[in-house]
C-alpha cells in the first residue's frame, strides 16, 4: 500500500487555535475551497477580510490511508479533549454523542409524511412547469457526456448487453 497521506491542521494566526483537523494527499491540506463545511469557509472568510490565512500544518506524513483516517480521529479526539474550537467534530463517533447530530435538530427529523400530505405533494408537483432544454443545450450536454471515460465505458457495455439480447431473440 502506498502512503501517500498525511494529517494536517489549519490554525487560527490571530488566535493561534487549532480550528481543522484533516486527513489527504496531494495538496489537499492547502485546498480552501473544497469540501469544507460552513463553519470553516466562515472562519476563513473572516481572516481574509482582515488580510489573514489559514496556517496549515502537517501534523504526520507517510501514512496509508487508512493509518491516516486513524491518526485523524485520534487527533480529532485530543485537540476535542484539549478545548480547541475545532470545527469537525462530527468525524469522533463518541464526540457525535456528546455534541448531538445536526440531522437530530431539523424539526423533521424522524417525522413520516401522512398520506394526506404525501396526496397534497403530488398533486402540487403535477401543476408545476415541465422545463425543457434547448437543443442548444441538449447538444452541450451530450458533446460533454461524450467526453467522459466513464460514459464510453457504460455505453460500450450497453450496446454488448444490447447485441446479446438481439442475438437471444433471433
Known amino acids: ?27 489537499r491540506a492547502r485546498n480552501m475551497n473544497r469540501d469544507r463545511c460552513n463553519q470553516h469557509r466562515g472562519i476563513i472568510k473572516d481572516l481574509e477580510e482582515r488580510g489573514l490565512c489559514i496556517e496549515v500544518k502537517i501534523f504526520i506524513g507517510g501514512l496509508t490511508e487508512p493509518e491516516a483516517f486513524e491518526r485523524e480521529r485520534s487527533r480529532i479526539k485530543f485537540m ?10 462530527l468525524n469522533v463517533p463518541e464526540y457525535n454523542k456528546r455534541f448531538g447530530n445536526p440531522k437530530e435538530k431539523h424539526p423533521l427529523w424522524g417525522k413520516k409524511h401522512s398520506e394526506e ?20 443545450t441538449k447538444e ?3 458533446k460533454s457526456a ?25
Open 146 to 170: 461524450l467526453e467522459r471515460p466513464d460514459f464510453q465505458q457504460n455505453m460500450e457495455k450497453m450496446w454488448s448487453l444490447n447485441s446479446l439480447k438481439h442475438k437471444e431473440l433471433n
Open 1 to 27: 500500500m502506498k502512503k501517500l497521506f498525511y494529517v494536517y491542521e489549519h490554525w487560527r494566526p490571530d488566535t493561534n487555535q487549532c480550528i481543522y483537523v484533516g486527513k489527504g494527499s496531494g495538496n
Open 117 to 136: 400530505s404525501k396526496k397534497k405533494m403530488k398533486e402540487s408537483a403535477k401543476n408545476r412547469p415541465k422545463r425543457k432544454h434547448t437543443q442548444e
Open 140 to 142: 452541450k450536454m451530450q
Open 80 to 89: 476535542l479533549d484539549s478545548g480547541e474550537p475545532i470545527v469537525n467534530i
